[in-house]
C-alpha cells in the first residue's frame, strides 16, 4: 500500500476511527514529488497548505518542523510521491470544530507513477466528463480532503478506458481534467481557466504561471476544441499534452515541447522514461 | 471518544491511512439513534445508504449482516447514537475506484445528545449562516462523508453562539440548517425544501413526510420569515421548533406541538427531558 508512514512524527499507520478526516473530510493534503530524497516545489505546497488552512480556519504546522519530517521520510528514495494529510483534531461527534484544535500530519511515501515517453510525445487522450464540479468560491483551489467529485469524475474515465477527462462546472466553463490542471494554445497564446468557483491551484499550474505569460480566463468547451494545443499538468505527471478529445485532434506546438523540455531540464524526476526502458 | 467501535464485524478502532475515507471522504455515513439496544428508523437509515450506494457505485452490505452487527454493538445501551461509515475499500493512491470494491463497515457507538425540556418547549435560536451549499445534483440528498461545507457553517454557528444556523444554496434558495432539515408552516400548511441540488435527506424529515401532508418546494428566507412556525428535524434530536430567526420570533403552533407529541410517543428516546432532571 504505502513504502512507509509518519504520523505526527511517529512510524504509526492508523488512524482512529473517531478522525475527524474520515467522518467529515475536514482537513487538507498534498501530493509531492520527491527527487533525490527532496521534496520538489516544496515553497509551493506549503503555500498551497497555508491558503487551505486560513480557508477552513486550521492550524497550520511550523514549515521547518513539517519539512524536517517530509525529508526524514522521504530519505534514501531517489524518486517516489509523498502524500502529506493534515487533518483538523478534535474530540467526540459534531460538525463543529474545536476552537484553536492542533492539526494531525499524516505523511505517507507511495512509488511515483511511470511516465512513458510515448505519452509525453504523443499525448493522452481524454474525453468529456458529464460530471460537473459544484461551485463553492469558499473550497476552490485549495486541496481539501473532499474529493468525491473527482472520484466520481474519474470512474467515468475508468469506464470510458481513457486516460482522463475534462471536467466542467455547472455554469458550463471548463475548469480542469479530473486530476490535473488544464492549459490551451490558440493563436500562440496560453490560457488556463482562474478556478474561483472550484478546481485545485496546482503546483505545476504555479510552475507554468510564473514560467511563461499566460492569460488566466474562464474557458468554454468550444474555445477548447478550437485550440492549436491543449495540455494538462500535475506536479506528479508534469506537463501532459492531449492528443485527442473525443473526435478532435490536436499536436504538440513547438512551443509546448520547449516548455516540456524545460520542465524536465528543471525537475530531472518529471522526465518520461526512454521507450526502451518501458 | 466513542463506546466502542466495530470495524467489519471486528472489536478494533485503527483506520489505516490509506483508507479512501480519509484520502476523498470516499464513503456514506449514518447517525442512527439506539433506543434499548435497537436502531431506530434503521428500515430509513438502511434505505439512504442504499440510495447512496448507488450513486457513488458502491457495493451495498446485505442488510441482515448489517443489523446484526448494528444490534452487537448496541445491545445493553439504552439510549445513545450509532455512527455507521460505509467506506470504499482500495489499494493504491488514485481516485479511480477499483471496480466491484467491496465498502468497509465502519460502526461506533457514542452518548446520545441531551435534549433539555426547554429548547422543545420554547425552541432555539438560529441564525442566517452566510456560507451557501453548492449545488450538486450527483450528491444531493445522501448522506456522503464529504462534509466540509457542514463543518464551515456550523463554525459560523459557534462564532455568533447560536446552536444553529440556516444555509441556502448559490440560487438563494433556503436547503436545510447546517445537520438538521427545515420545515415551515405558513397559513396553516407545511413546507420543507426540496433537496435536489444539495443538503441531506433526514430520516426523521421522512418520519415527518409520512405522517403529515407537507409540500415539497423551493423556499426563499422572506417565506421562511413569514412563516407561523419554523422547524428542524434531526434523527437524534428529532423534531426542534425554532424560536428566533435573528430578529425575527416565531411560536410553537399547536400543529408543531401535536407533532412533537406524536414523535414522543413512537420513539421514546427523542423525549426531552424534564427540567428538573437538567
Not at 486560513?54 to 528514495?77: I, K, N, R, S, T
Not at 480532503?145 to 466520481?152: F, I, M, T
Not at 482522463?164 to 462546472?169: H, N, T
Not at 496560453?190 to 505569460?213: K, N, Q, Y
Amino acid at each position: 500500500m504505502n513504502l512507509g508512514v509518519l504520523m505526527d512524527g511517529e512510524r504509526s499507520s492508523r488512524l482512529d476511527v473517531d478522525s475527524r478526516g474520515l467522518n467529515y473530510g475536514d482537513g487538507l493534503f498534498e501530493t509531492i514529488l520527491i527527487e533525490q530524497g527532496q521534496p520538489v516545489w516544496w515553497g509551493e505546497h506549503f503555500a498551497r497548505l497555508r491558503r487551505g488552512a486560513l480557508a477552513l480556519g486550521m492550524q497550520l504546522p511550523d514549515a521547518d518542523g513539517l519539512l524536517g519530517e517530509v525529508c526524514a521520510l522521504a530519505q534514501g528514495h531517489e524518486r517516489a510521491v509523498l502524500k502529506l494529510c493534515l487533518v483538523r483534531d478534535g474530540a467526540g461527534r459534531g460538525y463543529a470544530p474545536a476552537p484553536g484544535a492542533r492539526s494531525q500530519r499524516i505523511l505517507s511515501l507511495h512509488l511515483a507513477p511511470l511516465l512513458p515517453m510515448a505519452q509525453y510525445r504523443d499525448g493522452i487522450e481524454v474525453r468529456w466528463c458529464s460530471m460537473q464540479w459544484s461551485q463553492q468560491p469558499r473550497l476552490a483551489g485549495i486541496k481539501h480532503l473532499n474529493r468525491l467529485e473527482n472520484v466520481l469524475a474519474r470512474a467515468e474515465c475508468e469506464q470510458a478506458g481513457v486516460a482522463e477527462g475534462l471536467v466542467c462546472d455547472s455554469s458550463g466553463q471548463v475548469v480542469s481534467a479530473t486530476g490535473a490542471n488544464l492549459f490551451v494554445q490558440r493563436r500562440g497564446k496560453l490560457f488556463t481557466p482562474p478556478l474561483r468557483e472550484s478546481g485545485i491551484a496546482g503546483v505545476c499550474r504555479d510552475w507554468i504561471l510564473s514560467r511563461m505569460h499566460v492569460e488566466i480566463r474562464e474557458l468554454y468547451p468550444v474555445e477548447v476544441l478550437r485550440a492549436e494545443a491543449v495540455f494538462l499538468s500535475n506536479c506528479v505527471r508534469g506537463i501532459m499534452p492531449v492528443k485527442r478529445i473525443e473526435q478532435r485532434q490536436f499536436r504538440v506546438t513547438p512551443l509546448l515541447a520547449g516548455l516540456m523540455a524545460q520542465l524536465w531540464h528543471e525537475v530531472p524526476a518529471l522526465t518520461p522514461l526512454p521507450e526502451t526502458v518501458v
